[in-house]
């Protein structure tokens, strides 16, 4: 029996996705569940597990094809899979041939390999072996293969081809040595290595392209504006030393600095609830929750997962989903829900070393702060020069919305939670 593979449901906010990475070829077995292809939206990336068991007959869409919900992506023969169990008269016939093989090794003569026994069991074979079989001119009677019933797979004719190299190099080392002897090439690889000019034009990503939109969008249609302080992380780092340890052994999650910057910007925001809010059309929507949008880098490009309802989180559940966020990113399994929303967003380019920046908004927000790398620079306290961890913060906002007063008072209070972390602890 053949069933389709079809691309599933998108997310309401997604209209279409691009293939970018079939893992299987036509010919290939796949198991239930394992993931067949890759589709790329605007946000995330989705995979299409198999639905059943099978035999990957047709690919319909290839690479690069635009789809959409319900398309169908491929054809997979399910008959194969109630044949495994007992073994086909065609799959009695690959163990016979492959049975002797391993005695007849030792007798082989490697010039003529017998036609009928490789061509019964090529014809078993998935394309990427039959392939590098053809490439490589082997024959797949000498290979023992480790898949089902004795199948050949790739990594069987890889580390079968690994071996020959050192067969072949006691025979005649020395004619593959001599000809390198001349310096006559040195000079040719030396002339053409200088007029290499190397270019590369590749098509964006659905999600930097995405990224592109979105930021070109924030400021065509956005009176950007950014104010800047610098805060003294004296107090936190001291507080952090002494209880971090604790902390971990506490609630397994280590605790880093973000728990205390994201409860900091909602004390501001609950201050400021303009710098909470948004515009829509000639309408200034005013939230009464906040979720907080925390920018990620991945090697796709940035995203920004929201921590939902951040003011019923206490610190450790702020660093657990953050290293939650964090993680599903890496591995790609970040969902379209957990990306959509956010009323105020916070992005530390201080991780890869930024010292000042103007972070761009992230519409229809109306804010974002950026953090910066800690510094250690001498200060005047009391009277008397310190050395104290400085780091500098910038808020950009749109001037449309939020005044320069509410703005700088803003960024002055999350500066004076910062420097006294007893406000975050006793919400004063």
């Known amino acids: 029996m053949t069933i389709e593979v079809r691309v599933p449901a998108l997310p309401e906010s997604v209209a279409d996705a691009t293939l970018i990475n079939w893992h299987k070829k036509p010919g290939d077995w796949v198991n239930k569940n394992e993931n067949l292809v890759d589709l790329e939206t605007d946000k995330v990336i989705l995979e299409v597990p198999s639905p059943n068991s099978g035999i990957l007959s047709q690919i319909i869409k290839e690479d690069g094809a635009l789809v959409f919900s319900n398309d169908v992506l491929a054809i997979l023969d399910t008959e194969a899979s109630s044949g495994a169990s007992g073994p086909s008269p065609a799959e009695n016939k690959v163990e016979a041939v492959v049975a002797p093989a391993s005695s007849a090794i030792a007798e ?22 039959r392939r590098l079989i053809v490439e490589k001119n082997i024959d797949p009677a ?5 898949g089902k019933h004795g199948r050949l797979t790739k990594n069987d004719v890889i580390e079968y081809l690994s071996d020959e190299p050192v067969i072949e190099q006691r025979h005649a080392p020395a004619r593959h040595i001599e000809p390198e002897k001349p310096t006559a090439p040195i000079e040719v690889k030396t002339v053409v290595a200088t007029g290499i000019r190397p270019e590369q034009r590749v098509p964006m990503t659905r999600l930097r392209a995405k990224i592109a939109e979105r930021l070109l969008q924030a400021q065509q249609n956005a009176a950007m504006l950014t104010t800047f302080n610098e805060v003294n992380m004296h107090n936190v780092m001291e507080l952090r030393n002494q209880y971090k340890g604790r902390f971990e052994d506490k609630h397994k999650i280590k605790l880093g600095f973000m728990s205390f910057f994201v409860k900091a910007s909602i004390e501001a925001l609950k201050k400021f609830p303009a710098v909470n809010a948004s515009i829509d059309g000639n309408d200034i929507i005013y939230h009464g929750y906040y979720d907080i949008g925390i920018a990620v880098s991945t090697p796709r490009g940035l995203i920004v997962p929201v921590l939902r309802d951040a003011d019923q989180l206490d610190f450790a559940g702020i660093e657990k989903s953050i290293a939650d966020y964090g993680k599903k990113a890496k591995e790609g399994n970040i969902s379209v829900d957990d990306l959509t929303g956010g009323t105020f967003t916070i992005t530390n380019g201080g991780i890869f070393g930024s010292m000042l920046s103007t972070p761009i908004l992230n519409p229809p927000q109306c804010a974002i702060l950026g953090m910066h790398a800690i510094k250690e620079r001498p200060v005047v306290e009391n009277g008397e020069i310190v050395i104290r961890p400085i780091m500098y913060l910038a808020l950009s906002y749109d001037h449309r919305l939020v005044d320069g007063r509410e703005a700088v008072q803003f960024l002055a209070t999350i500066k004076e939670c910062l420097e006294s972390p007893a406000h975050l602890l006793l919400n004063i």
């Open 142 to 146: 000498q290979i023992k293969g480790s």
């Open 108 to 129: 082989k003569t490697t010039e003529h390999p017998a036609s009928s026994a490789a061509q019964s069991l090529e014809a078993h074979l998935s394309p990427a072996v």
